[in-house]
T-cell receptor, first 111, second 116 residues
Framework: RKEVEQDPGPFNVPEGATVAFNCTYSNSASQSFFWYRQDCRKEPKLLMSVYSSGNEDGRFTAQLNRASQYISLLIRDSKLSDSATYLCVVGVGSNTGKLIFGQGTTLQVKP | ETGVTQTPRHLVMGMTNKKSLKCEQHLGHNAMYWYKQSAKKPLELMFVYSLEERVENNSVPSRFSPECPNSSHLFLHLHTLQPEDSALYLC???????????????FGPGTRLTVL
């Protein structure tokens, strides 16, 4: 079983649509959770951290369910510029800064 | 320069060559990382350095040798690589706090390596 599992997609949606990505992780000792965004042939960049109570940043909402070891990202009112690969990322175990990345989910927003 | 820079951006090498990848961070961070990104695979952590000490070596073959001379610079020395080592090598840095080492990591643009 992969340590961080995501549906690779691609998700093809029209502008203005709402789209949700899911992610599961296997290590119950995981401490920190993030969504990173990676544009084609570019480096990953932090989109948002994910907190236990859930958090929102503009059109983006992240949720964490520790019991189910499940993380989600909701994007409302999709823009063309949201087209990218979204990486689910988990900080594991002891304080070593070790992040485990999912394979990523590709989003393509169409006009 | 700002952020995290990497050189070279592209590298083609034979299996018998020796080369080095360089990373420099201009963010005042105290931790640096090497990652490998192969096609259709997730980013794989290779090495973690905190305050110039290696704290993680993720079962990486010895043909990859990291060096961290100070908190701003990180090198990855390559020798006798295999074609399957062809990938994008990404450097990142972050600031470890007292409570957590999982603060945001800032990535460089990567070095695209091809081993012939």
């Amino acid at each position: 079983r992969k340590e961080v599992e995501q549906d690779p997609g691609p998700f093809n949606v029209p502008e203005g649509a709402t789209v949700a990505f899911n992610c599961t992780y296997s290590n119950s000792a995981s401490q920190s959770f993030f969504w990173y965004r990676q544009d084609c042939r570019k480096e990953p960049k932090l989109l948002m951290s994910v907190y236990s109570s859930g958090n929102e940043d503009g059109r983006f909402t992240a949720q964490l369910n520790r019991a189910s070891q499940y993380i989600s990202l909701l994007i409302r009112d999709s823009k063309l510029s949201d087209s990218a690969t979204y990486l689910c990322v988990v900080g594991v175990g002891s304080n070593t800064g070790k992040l485990i990345f999912g394979q990523g989910t590709t989003l393509q927003v169409k006009p | 320069e700002t952020g995290v820079t990497q050189t070279p951006r592209h590298l083609v090498m034979g299996m018998t060559n020796k080369k080095s990848l360089k990373c420099e961070q201009h963010l005042g961070h105290n931790a640096m990382y090497w990652y490998k990104q192969s096609a259709k695979k997730p980013l794989e952590l290779m090495f973690v350095y905190s305050l110039e000490e290696r704290v993680e070596n993720n079962s990486v073959p010895s043909r990859f040798s990291p060096e961290c001379p100070n908190s701003s610079h990180l090198f990855l020395h390559l020798h006798t690589l295999q074609p399957e080592d062809s990938a994008l090598y990404l450097c990142a840095s972050s600031q470890w706090g007292q409570r957590s080492s999982y603060n945001e990591q800032f990535f460089g643009p990567g070095t695209r390596l091809t081993v012939l």
